[in-house]
């Protein structure tokens, strides 16, 4: 199955620093999400992007899928964005998702 | 309001007590999966199903089922649990096939611990 590594595992950051948060896959993948997991347990889907640029707020994500990697742009950090940043990808729409280990961010006030 | 709910959000029981863990959806989506989360793990599907009466196993099916009658129900069934099967478990679901549609959207959890 489908490889998904995530970088760094850990990062801590002051609050309004930015931060770039990679996703490294080993095959073809036609879905490709974003979740934030808060410290509630909650998941929330931030992206869906297969390929290409989407930008939301402070929040942008980018994947080069003929280069199998995709990355997740903070900008401004606040610490309300604390929590586990997931990737998540599939090899065709609505079907087997395989997760990374995710980020465990922290932001400091 | 477009939600994803799961029942119960905690439970706690013992080894070989069948249960039933019920998922429910109101966005008329296709899709729906089960995940377990467990620390050091990262989130691993269970099961999936494309449709009613269409169900598919994840990557860690062994000692779950799961049926899908109606659209809008995802139930995951263990017929005799064990403590290996004390987790977080997440429902989710989304639309096929629809671009931005695809986008899962998560229940809140359930914690389950087999004693």
């Known amino acids: 199955g489908i490889q998904v590594e995530q970088s760094p595992p850990d990062l801590i950051l002051q609050e309004g620093a930015n931060s770039t948060l990679r996703c490294n896959f080993s095959?073809?993948?036609?879905?490709l999400q974003w979740f934030h997991q808060n410290p509630w347990g909650q998941l929330i889907n931030l992206f869906y992007i297969p390929s290409g640029t989407k930008q939301n707020g402070r929040l942008s994500a980018t994947t080069v899928a003929t280069e199998r990697y995709s990355l997740l742009y903070i900008s401004s950090s606040q610490t309300t964005d604390s929590g586990v940043y997931f990737c998540?990808?599939?090899?065709?729409?609505?079907?087997?998702?395989?997760f990374g280990e995710g980020t465990q961010l922290t932001v400091n006030p | 309001e477009a939600q994803v709910t799961q029942n119960p959000r905690y439970l706690i029981t013992v080894t070989g007590k069948k249960l039933t863990v019920t998922c429910s959806q109101n966005m008329n989506h296709e899709y729906m999966s089960w995940y377990r989360q467990d620390p050091g793990l990262g989130l691993r599907q269970i099961y999936y199903?494309?449709?009613?009466?269409?169900?598919d196993k994840g990557d860690v099916p062994e000692g779950y089922k799961v049926s899908r009658k109606e659209k809008r129900n995802f139930p995951l069934i263990l017929e005799s649990p064990s403590p290996n099967q004390t987790s977080l478990y997440f429902c989710?679901?989304?639309?096929?096939?629809?671009?931005?549609?695809?986008?899962?959207?998560f229940g809140p959890g359930t914690r389950l611990t087999v004693l």
């Open positions: 998540a990808v599939g090899e065709t729409s609505g079907s087997r998702l395989t």
């Open positions: 989710a679901s989304s639309f096929v096939g629809q671009g931005r549609k695809d986008t899962q959207y």
């Open positions: 199903s494309m449709n009613v009466e269409v169900t």
């Open positions: 095959d073809s993948v036609n879905n």
